[in-house]
Structure formats: structure tokens, C-alpha cells
């Protein structure tokens, strides 16, 4: 069975700083890759996905992440972060098996203060 | 669009007592799934569908029973509570074709049994 790991579960920074969020998954095979932010009371939402492709997204709010196949990683960053980027963020991995439905395979999350 | 709606939002339940946590979703998606979230912990996969009448476990589905006669709605039932099941429990729902799409999350169920 596949794994998500990411690296840091707490993380502070100050706003104007730069962020990257570690992220890597256990697949040998064909994987779809995902990061969610959950902000304070709100629901999971999507910031980014990967398919296929350029191997570098860009997704809501400045964020963007790289997919390195031979390091297993899809590490999330933004150059420069805001306070209202405080939240919860989750590094999710869905592997390509081209038919049936398996739900996503989640990392612990990072939790992500930003101090004014 | 309302999107993915779950209620109740917050129930404290006894050892032993039961419970529907119920999903509805408005995008006509046809997959939904369950999943829960303990501290610190990842979403764990429940229970997932992929359309009205198909249901299959997930990792952590013990516990637990769903079913599907709509498209609109997948409820989770808890039968004999536990304290293991103290949780957040999030519903979700995606359009699947071709090929894969992100799934849409509910604002989750705070379970607590005592």
C-alpha cells in the first residue's frame, strides 16, 4: 500500500518569508498528486494537482509544487507567504490504476503559523 | 452549487449508541467517499462509492456501514459506538471519467463518544 509523508508538522514563519513544504510518497507506479489547505474552521480545499505533464504547478494563491519522480517528492512552496496562509496542509497521492475508485492515500499534514 | 453539505456538525454520543452522519452532494458527482481524522493524524479512507448501489471498504471501514440509493447521498452509520471512533469525519464526492479528478470535501462531522 502506498504512503505520504511530509517532513514537517509544524511549521512558523514569519510573513514575507519563503515556505517549502516537504512532501514524498511510497508508489512504484503512476501516481496522482495533490495538496489541500485546510484554513481555520473551513473545509479541505484544493491548491494544486498533479497529472501529468509539466512537472511544475501552479495552483491557488501563489503556491506551486514540483514533482521530482526519482525522489518520490512533490514538495509545496511559495516565495513569499502572508498571514492569511495559516492553516492546516495536506500532501495527498492517488495512484493511476486506470480503473475502480481508491480514495486518496493522506500525509499527517503541516501545520503552518504565519506570524505577522 | 451548495456542494458537499454533511450534518450534524458537532454529536457526543455514548459507548454503545448509534448514529447516521449524512452526506449529500449537488455537482451530480458520481464517486463519494468517507473518511475520518484523528489528531495528528491523515485523512483515512472509510467506505467509498462509485455510483448509486456500489459501495467497498476502504483502510479503516470496521465499525462502520454505508449505502448508496442516490446519487446525491452516501450516510455513515455507526452502529455500536466506540471510543475509537472519537474522530472528525469528512465526506467527499468526485466526477470520475476518463480519468481522475480532485474530490470535493464536506466541512466535516466532530464525533466524540464517551
Known amino acids: 500500500a502506498q504512503s505520504v509523508s511530509q517532513h514537517n508538522h509544524h511549521v512558523i514563519l514569519s510573513e514575507a518569508a519563503s515556505l517549502e513544504l516537504g512532501c514524498n510518497y511510497s508508489y512504484g507506479g503512476t501516481v496522482n498528486l495533490f495538496w489541500y489547505v485546510q484554513y481555520p474552521g473551513q473545509h479541505l480545499q484544493l491548491l494544486l494537482k498533479y497529472f501529468s505533464g509539466d512537472p511544475l504547478v501552479k495552483g491557488i494563491k501563489g503556491f506551486e509544487a514540483e514533482f521530482i519522480k526519482s525522489k518520490f517528492s512533490f514538495n509545496l512552496r511559495k516565495p513569499s507567504v502572508q498571514w492569511s496562509d495559516t492553516a492546516e496542509y495536506f500532501c495527498?497521492?492517488?495512484?493511476?490504476?486506470?480503473?475502480?475508485?481508491?480514495?486518496?492515500?493522506f500525509g499527517k499534514g503541516t501545520h503552518l503559523i504565519i506570524q505577522p | 452549487n451548495a456542494g458537499v453539505t454533511q450534518t450534524p456538525k458537532f454529536r457526543i454520543l455514548k459507548i454503545g449508541q448509534s448514529m447516521t452522519l449524512q452526506c449529500t452532494q449537488d455537482?451530480?458527482?458520481?464517486?463519494m467517499y468517507w473518511y475520518r481524522q484523528d489528531p495528528g493524524m491523515g485523512l483515512k479512507l472509510i467506505y467509498y462509492s462509485v455510483g448509486a448501489g456500489i459501495t467497498d471498504k476502504g483502510e479503516v471501514p470496521n465499525g462502520y456501514n454505508v449505502s448508496r440509493s442516490t446519487t446525491e447521498d452516501f450516510p455513515l452509520r455507526l452502529e455500536l459506538a466506540a471510543p475509537s471512533q472519537t474522530s472528525v469525519y469528512f465526506c467527499a464526492s468526485s466526477y470520475e471519467g476518463l480519468s481522475y479528478n480532485e474530490q470535493f470535501f464536506g466541512p466535516g462531522t466532530r464525533l466524540t463518544v464517551l
Open positions: 455537482m451530480n458527482h458520481n464517486y
Open positions: 495527498a497521492v492517488r495512484p493511476y490504476s486506470g480503473g475502480g475508485a481508491d480514495g486518496l492515500t
